[in-house]
């Protein structure tokens, strides 16, 4: 069972045990793992080949969202789910890959970012034991988050991934994931090199914008999240589709309040967030939509 404590003598005992493997898989042909610290190697059939060739300059951060690791990497290797990830981090630190890094693992699902909707094609999938918001949603220990720092680290020299291309599911795909969630620690990845983040601006009272507003404020607001690569319409209104990307922005961003009120504190983050990205790295701001 998917546990929240961190390090421990019991947590010694845990990366001792032998890791599950699902019926079917073990008669795969395995591979070189393409990082220097995976401890194992758990094939996947699910995967394909890369939309033209595309090569990966995205990392995304997933939680698996079930209540014990041996479901976790059934779900993930085991043909007729249809999905898959390349990497596995365990709460005990231990990383699984599952995919090789050349292929297209099947993580994000329908997303978009900075105007691409084939995130499986510019990805690579990283999936974090925990068992999210469904099943009690514990903290994530801190001998995962130091695995998981060093694998995307890894990652990032490898396939030059940018700071600002490490991104959650919930950032991908806002409408439909919360993972990794509000408890995953952004603010250490980043003092470690891995992802883009600024201290949130305080929350204190002042003017805000939510569900059911229309005005150029709206606008203004979506482009902004627009340039900084969510995929919002620009229409001035403040929609549910609107909520649900200033929502995934807070749980990444400012998770002290995850509300989907887009108060000062929220646009002051966006606003230090997009004047701290490279020249070259804004999405394009899409024309305003009907």
């Known amino acids: 069972m998917a546990s929240g404590s961190s390090s421990s003598s019991n947590g ?3 990366r001792q045990r032998t890791l599950p493997v699902p019926k079917g898989v073990a008669e795969l042909k395995t591979f070189t793992p393409d990082s220097s610290i995976a401890s194992d190697v758990i094939p996947s059939v699910n995967f394909g080949e890369r939309a033209n060739g595309r090569q990966p300059d995205m990392i995304v951060l997933h ?3 079930m209540p014990d690791v041996e479901g976790a990497i059934a779900q993930l290797c085991t043909a007729g789910t249809e999905v898959s990830a390349h990497y596995i981090v365990l709460e005990d630190g231990r990383i699984v890959q599952c995919v090789p890094e050349s292929k297209r693992a099947w993580h994000a699902g329908v997303s978009a970012w900075a105007g691409e909707d084939d995130i499986n094609s510019c990805s690579i999938g990283v999936e974090i034991v925990n068992r999210g918001h469904d099943w009690g949603y514990p903290d994530f220990p801190l001998r995962q988050i130091a695995a998981v720092i ?7 020299l490898r396939r030059k991934v940018p700071s600002h ?3 959650g599911h919930s950032d991908v795909a806002p409408a439909r994931k919360k993972d990794p969630g509000e408890k995953f620690p952004w603010h250490s990845l980043a003092n470690s090199g891995v992802g883009h983040w600024v201290q949130p601006a305080p929350i204190t009272r002042g003017t805000a914008l939510k569900l059911g507003a229309i005005s150029d404020d709206v606008s203004n607001m979506q482009a902004a999240f627009r340039r900084y690569g969510y995929n919002i319409p620009t229409n001035g209104k403040f929609d549910g589709a609107t909520m649900e990307v200033v929502t995934a922005f807070q749980r990444h961003f400012r998770p002290e309040r995850v509300d989907g009120i887009a108060d000062q504190s929220t646009m002051a983050t966006l606003h230090a967030l997009l004047a701290s990205l490279p ?4 999405a394009p701001a899409a024309v305003a939509s009907k």
């Not at 020249?279 to 804004?282: L, M």
């Open 12 to 14: 010694d005992s845990k």
């Open 63 to 65: 939680y698996t969202g």
């Open 150 to 156: 060093a694998l995307c680290r890894g990652i990032m």
């Open 165 to 167: 291309r490490v991104l």
């Open 279 to 282: 020249p070259d790295a804004a």
